[in-house]
Nanobody
Framework: RLMEPGGGSVQAGGSMRLTCEFS???????????MGWFRQAPGKSREGISF??????RYGDSVKGRFAVSRDDTKNLLTLQMNNLKSEDTATYYC???????????????????????WGQGTPVSVSP
């Protein structure tokens, strides 16, 4: 189960942090699971933007250098720090966790989300010029 408080509006160049609280993993097993963030802008298909597993964080080209993903498995938190936001970052953002346990793969950045079974409810982010 994933829950995402946060989101909102910000001006271009600003920052925002999204958090996702996850639960339901077996004790000490969450770290073995790829988790990450997708987003979907109006009229566009879903895009994978950032993922994290035991090998570390990975980013899509559209957010690389501006966004940072982290996780605290002791607190069951997944975080996305978004800096230097642009109007094209306006979208609904979803946290997600794959099942079964496993690493993150490159095709996730193309929006291939079939490995992800657990989803947050989505949080809207609006970036004004």
């Amino acid at each position: 189960r994933l829950m995402e408080p946060g989101g909102g509006s910000v001006q271009a160049g600003g920052s925002m942090r999204l958090t996702c609280e996850f639960s339901g993993h077996r004790p000490n097993r969450a770290k073995w699971t790829c988790m990450g963030w997708f987003r979907q802008a109006p009229g566009k298909s879903r895009e994978g933007i950032s993922f994290i597993d035991l090998d570390g964080p990975r980013y899509g080209d559209s957010v690389k250098g501006r966004f940072a993903v982290s996780r605290d498995d002791t607190k069951n938190l997944l975080t996305l720090q978004m800096n230097n936001l642009k109007s094209e970052d306006t979208a609904t953002y979803y946290c997600a966790s794959r099942e079964p346990e496993g690493y993150c793969y490159g095709w996730y950045f193309k929006g291939d989300d079939k490995d992800f079974v657990h989803w947050g409810q989505g949080t809207p982010v609006s970036v004004s010029p």
